[in-house]
């Protein structure tokens, strides 16, 4: 059979039960290892298919769209199997999976065909569709399973390269699996105090006293000895763990001055690392405010506060997928980005972010929110050297720039 024959067929009419109708994951694995059994000969690969940012999708478009766009690379999907002969399958969410032949052609056509599935109707946003390629010959002690694993991995490893194709490599699920390994330990590391500090002095020029110190952070690894911050930081970040690491190393600090202080010992002062999350987090306990920090040059358009909705999709950061039901939240052009209990995975603050929105939320008055502010401010440009601070007063009946 042609290549064109194959993409002819995956542009037929869209099927309104398809998901209903392509096999699912237990099926599908049946399928797809009786069909490796039987035609071992060939070169074939085991195909991921990832519409990037599917989140987005549906917040921007709603899930009623979203579900048709399934729908219909379903549909696509299906039509290629019953012209290929060739197995496909559906495992929830926008995992969907295909085997085709081992072949750049082909593989781009079908790369190119399903993406007039993901945005027809909405030029104003492109949304693209990945392809995560597991070439079977290259793993033959691997099962149906784990071929569909190595795709899925591949999938979300991209090699920038443009084409919208990812062949997977070993070394994505080393490095994968010492992602995780990584994470592990960090926890098992914050809760046994694995992590400490080395006090680095600040001398003076012309007399060579010590006027200062600063706390650098590390950790003492069980076995690797001696990890230093660009090895852990990025990970602690990204997870929300990193002010849990910042507490205790304050702590710790606090802890040390206080012996010198019973000792009679020289005090100097001691500067510790203060991330924009620590000061949002510390604005919070001392004001008692629900404080919700943003990247602001990720937030689409302007906020609206509103109150969620039954089965609005919410993901806090570090805790997935969460319900937001009745909760106050506040929301962009896209979705809900802040609520009391969390604030938004898309919008959230990371150690690239250079441009901050900061919200302290008195939803019993406006009473103390303005030394709630002021203190905001002062952490911001103290610790973290905040320049160009707007602030503004938001109430019912009015709202305004202020001086804080």
Same mark, same amino acid.
């Given at each position: 059979?042609?290549?064109? &024959?194959?993409?002819?067929?995956?542009?037929? *009419?869209?099927?309104?039960?398809?998901?209903?109708?392509?096999? !699912?994951?237990?099926?599908?694995?049946?399928?797809?290892?009786?069909?490796?059994?039987?035609?071992?000969?060939?070169?074939?690969?085991?195909?991921?298919?990832?519409? +990037?940012?599917?989140?987005?999708?549906?917040?921007? $478009?709603?899930?009623?769209? @979203?579900?048709?766009?399934?729908?219909?690379?379903?549909?696509?999907?299906?039509? $290629?199997?019953? &012209?290929?002969?060739?197995?496909?399958?559906?495992? /929830?969410?926008?995992?969907?999976?295909?085997?085709?032949?081992?072949?750049?052609?082909?593989?781009?056509?079908?790369?190119?065909?399903? =993406?007039?599935?993901?945005?027809?109707?909405? =030029?104003?946003?492109?949304?693209?569709?990945?392809?995560?390629?597991?070439?079977?010959?290259?793993?033959?002690?691997?099962?149906?399973?784990?071929?569909?694993?190595?795709?899925?991995?591949?999938?979300?490893?991209?090699?920038?390269? /443009?084409?919208?194709?990812?062949?997977?490599?070993?070394?994505?699920?080393?490095?994968?699996?010492?992602?995780?390994?990584?994470? #592990? +330990?960090?926890?098992?590391?914050?809760?046994?105090?694995?992590?400490?500090?080395?006090?680095?002095?600040?001398?003076?020029?012309?007399?060579?006293?010590?006027? /200062?110190?600063?706390?650098?952070?590390?950790?003492?690894?069980?076995?690797?000895?001696?990890?230093?911050? %660009?090895?852990?930081?990025?990970?602690?970040?990204?997870?929300?763990?990193?002010?849990?690491?910042?507490?205790?190393?304050?702590?710790?600090?606090?802890?040390?001055?206080?012996?010198?202080?019973?000792?009679? %010992?020289?005090?100097?002062?001691?500067?510790?690392?203060?991330?924009?999350?620590?000061?949002?987090?510390?604005?919070?306990?001392? #004001?008692? $405010?629900?404080?919700?920090?943003?990247?602001?040059?990720?937030?689409?358009?302007?906020?609206?506060?509103?109150?969620?909705?039954?089965?609005?999709?919410?993901?806090?950061?570090? !805790?997935?997928?969460?319900?937001?039901?009745?909760?106050?939240?506040?929301?962009? @052009?896209?979705?809900?980005?802040?609520?009391?209990?969390?604030?938004?995975? !898309?919008?959230?603050?990371?150690?690239? *972010?250079?441009?901050?929105?900061?919200?302290?939320?008195?939803?019993? /008055?406006?009473?103390?929110?303005?030394?709630?502010?002021?203190?905001?401010?002062?952490?911001?440009?103290? $610790?973290?050297?905040?320049?160009?601070?707007?602030? +503004?007063?938001?109430? !019912?009946?009015?709202?305004?720039?202020? &001086?804080?």
């Amino acid at each position: 059979m042609s290549d064109k &024959t194959i993409q002819a067929a995956t542009v037929g *009419t869209v099927q309104p039960d398809a998901l209903t109708a392509i096999a !699912r994951k237990e099926d599908f694995l049946q399928h797809l290892q009786d069909f490796l059994d039987t035609h071992k000969t060939e070169k074939w690969c085991v195909a991921a298919i990832d519409v +990037e940012h599917f989140r987005l999708y549906n917040e921007l $478009y709603g899930t009623a769209q @979203g579900d048709t766009l399934l729908n219909t690379l379903a549909s696509h999907l299906l039509d $290629y199997q019953k &012209t290929s002969g060739r197995p496909v399958g559906y495992w /929830g969410n926008d995992d969907f999976f295909l085997c085709l032949p081992d072949d750049r052609v082909q593989q781009q056509d079908i790369v190119i065909t399903l =993406q007039t599935c993901v945005s027809p109707n909405h =030029q104003d946003v492109t949304f693209f569709l990945a392809l995560g390629l597991c070439p079977v010959s290259e793993h033959p002690e691997a099962d149906a399973a784990a071929l569909c694993n190595y795709a899925q991995i591949a999938v979300m490893n991209p090699d920038h390269s /443009g084409s919208g194709i990812h062949r997977f490599a070993p070394a994505m699920l080393d490095s994968l699996k010492a992602q995780q390994q990584l994470l #592990s +330990e960090l926890e098992h590391a914050l809760d046994n105090h694995e992590f400490t500090f080395f006090l680095q002095p600040k001398c003076n020029s012309m007399t060579r006293a010590i006027v /200062g110190m600063e706390a650098l952070v590390r950790w003492n690894h069980p076995t690797r000895g001696c990890v230093q911050p %660009s090895e852990f930081m990025p990970l602690l970040e990204s997870t929300g763990l990193v002010t849990q690491l910042d507490q205790y190393i304050w702590e710790s600090v606090c802890k040390t001055l206080h012996k010198w202080q019973e000792s009679g %010992s020289n005090l100097v002062p001691v500067s510790v690392n203060v991330s924009v999350v620590d000061i949002v987090n510390l604005v919070s306990i001392r #004001s008692g $405010y629900s404080v919700g920090g943003f990247d602001a040059d990720k937030i689409v358009g302007g906020l609206e506060l509103g109150v969620g909705k039954e089965g609005e999709i919410y993901h806090g950061i570090g !805790r997935g997928e969460l319900n937001i039901a009745g909760l106050p939240v506040y929301r962009d @052009g896209v979705a809900g980005v802040g609520t009391p209990t969390s604030d938004e995975e !898309r919008t959230k603050i990371e150690m690239s *972010t250079t441009s901050l929105l900061m919200i302290l939320n008195g939803y019993s /008055g406006k009473e103390g929110l303005l030394e709630a502010g002021g203190y905001s401010v002062d952490l911001l440009k103290r $610790y973290v050297s905040a320049v160009n601070v707007e602030a +503004e007063l938001i109430c !019912r009946e009015n709202r305004g720039k202020i &001086t804080l």
